[in-house]
Nanobody, 133 residues
Framework: QVQLVESGGGLVQAGGSLRLSCLAS????????MAWFRQAPGKEREFIAA????????YSSDSVKGRFTISRDNAENTLYLQMNSLKPEDTAVYYC??????????????????????????WGQGTQVTVSS
């Protein structure tokens, strides 16, 4: 199993930056990919970005391209999300998630498959990000 703990959320003014971290523990060597999602009140969970845990590929939502960057530090078992030029509409609870067993469909089309929340086997508890106008 894998345990995920997010940190780094908080209150920031519009235009500011935050960096979220997600510390993974447990059998991280078997993780295929990790991702960030967010969920605002009354809305569905939204994909932000994903990264292969052992490869070099990353996948991002069009809504955050150019502003948010996903990265990882395998030695530290940590996933990051650098968020710049934050907007009030970025306010949400941000979750990290890990894929343990990737589906055939997602393996064949990771650009779409890794955007689906149900592809992920483990989730963190979430960290609140609030952007004031």
């Amino acid at each position: 199993q894998v345990q995920l703990v997010e940190s780094g959320g908080g209150l920031v003014q519009a235009g500011g930056s935050l960096r979220l971290s997600c510390l993974a523990s447990g059998r991280t060597s078997s993780v295929y990919a990790m991702a960030w999602f967010r969920q605002a009140p009354g809305k569905e969970r939204e994909f932000i970005a994903a990264i292969e845990w052992s490869g070099n590929n990353t996948y991002s939502s069009d809504s955050v391209k150019g502003r948010f960057t996903i990265s990882r530090d395998n030695a530290e078992n940590t996933l990051y999300l650098q968020m710049n030029s934050l907007k009030p509409e970025d306010t949400a609870v941000y979750y990290c998630a890990a894929v343990w067993t990737i589906s055939i469909a997602a393996l064949r089309a990771p650009n779409e498959g890794l955007k689906a929340p149900n592809e992920y086997d483990y989730w963190g508890q979430g960290t609140q990000v609030t952007v004031s106008s």
